[in-house]
C-alpha cells in the first residue's frame, strides 16, 4: 500500500463559472481507520452539477466546502482495510469520500454493491441520479399513459432515466438537449420520441415553437432539471394540472444563487406565477437525499432493468483525480453525453 493519497481541494471560491485556480491538488498520508471504520480505495468518483453549488459560500440545504476542504463527491472502490465485521477487505462499497484517492468513514456510511452490474453504475444509472429521476418523476410526475412529458438535459443520467421510466408507462417523451449528436442519442440509444436542440433555437420563443411542434396537445409534466432558455420554453405549453418536478437548475448555478428575473429578465417571474395559478399546475422542489429511503424501491424496479439492458446508459469517463477540475468544469458546460465519472484508481479485477 503507498503511503500517500491524492485529494483534490477548494482552493478559492469561484466567481461565476469554476476555473483551474479554485481546486488544488495535493498529497496526504493515507488515513488509517479506527474502531468501527473502513478505509477504502477509490476506483470511480461522480461529477454532478449539485457541486458547484457546494463551492460557494451561501445558505443552501447543505453546508459548503471551506476552503482547504476536500471537494465532496461521491465515489465507488474497494475496502483494503476494515475494523467492522460487516465490510471486509476486497468488498466493493459506494460511499461519499469525496475527490480523492482514498478515503476513511465510518462502515454505517457505505452500501456494499452486488456482482451482477458493473461497479460504476453505482454512481449513474443506480446511483443517486438514477433515483433522482425515478422519485421525481414517480411521486412528483404522477405519470398516466397517454400523456405528454419533456425533460431538458435528455442524454444526462437524470433525464435519460426520467424519459426511458416515462416511454414504459406509456407516456410520450420529448427531450431537450444540447446539439445533434445529443439528441440523435435521446432518440436513438433512450427511445425518445423527439428530442429539440435547444442550441439552434435563437431564444425561448423559438425554443418553445419547436416543442410545440412535437407536443401538439401541450405538456403534462416538465421534468425541470436545468432552468434557463428551457424552463421559458415549456411554462406557456403546459396543460391545466400539469405536474412540474423540481430537480436542479444547472443554467443558474455560475450565477451566486441568483434565481430567475437575473436570467431571464424581470418580467419572467410574475408571468410563470400567473401560469401556475391559471393551469393549476404542481410545482414540487425536492432534494434527493432527503429520500434516501426509497433507494431500496428504486433498485428493486430498476436494477434488473439496467442488468438486462431494458434500460440504457452511457458513462463519460475521465482518467485520472488530477482531470476531475477539468472534467467537471465540461460537465457544467454541457460537454459531456451520458454521466460523468472519473476512473481514479486502475480497475479493480
Not at 418523476?137 to 437524470?158: Q, S
Not at 410545440?212 to 434557463?228: C, L, R, S, T
Not at 429511503?293 to 463519460?316: C, G, H, N, Q, S
Request: aromatic share 6%; charged share 20%; hydrophobic share 40%.
Amino acid at each position: 500500500m503507498a503511503d500517500e493519497m491524492q485529494k483534490v481541494v477548494l482552493a478559492e471560491r469561484p466567481q461565476g463559472a469554476p476555473t483551474d485556480a479554485n481546486f488544488r491538488l495535493e498529497s496526504a498520508p493515507i488515513p488509517e481507520p479506527a474502531d468501527g471504520e473502513v478505509l477504502v480505495k477509490v476506483q470511480y468518483l461522480s461529477l454532478d452539477p449539485y457541486m458547484r453549488g457546494r463551492m460557494d459560500d451561501a445558505k443552501s440545504y447543505a453546508a459548503p466546502v471551506p476552503i482547504g476542504g476536500t471537494m465532496e463527491g461521491g465515489t465507488v472502490g474497494e475496502v483494503i482495510a476494515s475494523n467492522h465485521p460487516r465490510l471486509q477487505p476486497g468488498d466493493k462499497v459506494m460511499g461519499m469520500l469525496g475527490w480523492a484517492t482514498h478515503g476513511v468513514v465510518p462502515a454505517n456510511q457505505l452500501r456494499k454493491l452486488p456482482d451482477t452490474v458493473p461497479i460504476s453504475t453505482a454512481l449513474g444509472v443506480l446511483g443517486m441520479p438514477g433515483l433522482t429521476g425515478w422519485y421525481g418523476l414517480t411521486v412528483h410526475g404522477r405519470p398516466e399513459p397517454g400523456e405528454t412529458l419533456v425533460v431538458g438535459a435528455a442524454t444526462g443520467p437524470v433525464g435519460s432515466m426520467v424519459g426511458q421510466l416515462a416511454k414504459a408507462r406509456g407516456l410520450k417523451v420529448i427531450g431537450v438537449a444540447g446539439g445533434p449528436e445529443k439528441c440523435a442519442l435521446a432518440v436513438d440509444t433512450f427511445g425518445f420520441d423527439a428530442c429539440i436542440d435547444h442550441r439552434a433555437a435563437e431564444d425561448a420563443r423559438a425554443l418553445r415553437h419547436a416543442i410545440a411542434a412535437k407536443a401538439p396537445n401541450g405538456v403534462d409534466i416538465y421534468f425541470e432539471n436545468v432552468g434557463g432558455k428551457t424552463l421559458e420554453a415549456v411554462i406557456p405549453l403546459m396543460n391545466p394540472h400539469g405536474r412540474i418536478p423540481v430537480c436542479g437548475m444547472i443554467s443558474y448555478y455560475d450565477m451566486g444563487g441568483l434565481g430567475m428575473g437575473a436570467a431571464e429578465g424581470p418580467n419572467m417571474l410574475p408571468r410563470l406565477w400567473r401560469t401556475i395559478l391559471v393551469q393549476k399546475l404542481s410545482v414540487n422542489g425536492y432534494i434527493i437525499s432527503d429520500h434516501f429511503d426509497r433507494l431500496p424501491d428504486f433498485l428493486r424496479e430498476v436494477a434488473p432493468k439496467v442488468a438486462d439492458d431494458t434500460i440504457a446508459y452511457l458513462e463519460d469517463v475521465a482518467d485520472g483525480l488530477e482531470n476531475a477540475p477539468h472534467a467537471f468544469m465540461g460537465l457544467l458546460k454541457g460537454k459531456n453525453r451520458g454521466k460523468q465519472l472519473v476512473r481514479v484508481t486502475p480497475a479493480i479485477a
